[in-house]
């Protein structure tokens, strides 16, 4: 990921054009998976596995705010890299491991999956950017 390979050169420019690009790419696929797709995987996993998954959609979603507030003269990270570098292998981590929770929604009947579908598709010609969302979209008291 370019974003990674840019913070651990401490390269703010080409991080910033990263997680800008990613903003903008990942949102509708991230507020499908949390106004869709998590909620129906809690009845299926429960709700402390999907509370892990919206905390690691909020450590990137965190760290491209970060970035995306820098001005655009700072050239490098200073105490903040090693913490958004954190948060960007997490999130990376998550994308890596999420593509084998879709697996789940075969048990689903089929008009819910087309509902599913058809939301993605909504959201995808909406268009929204990552940080346009809230964070974590829903909370849950512990």
């Known amino acids: 990921m370019r974003l990674l390979g840019a913070l651990k050169e401490n390269d703010v420019t080409a991080a910033r054009t990263a997680a800008s690009e990613l903003d903008r790419a990942a949102g509708p696929h991230m507020e499908f998976e949390e106004t869709v797709f998590y909620p129906t995987l809690e009845t ?3 709700s402390d596995f999907v509370d892990q998954l919206y905390h690691e ?3 990137g979603q965190d760290a491209i705010r970060t970035l995306l507030a820098r001005e655009r003269t700072t050239p490098r990270l200073h105490g903040e890299q090693r913490a958004l570098v954190a948060q960007v292998e997490t999130a990376l ?3 890596l491991s999420c593509g084998s929770l879709l697996g789940h929604v075969d048990v689903l009947d089929p008009s819910v999956r087309q509902a599913m ?3 993605l598709v ?3 010609a909406q268009g ?3 940080t346009e969302l809230p964070t974590e979209t829903r909370h849950r008291s512990t």
């Open 44 to 46: 299926l996993l429960g």
């Open 128 to 130: 929204r950017h990552w």
């Open 57 to 59: 959609h909020t450590q």
């Open 93 to 95: 981590e998550h994308a």
């Open 117 to 119: 579908l058809g939301r």
């Open 122 to 124: 909504s959201l995808r």
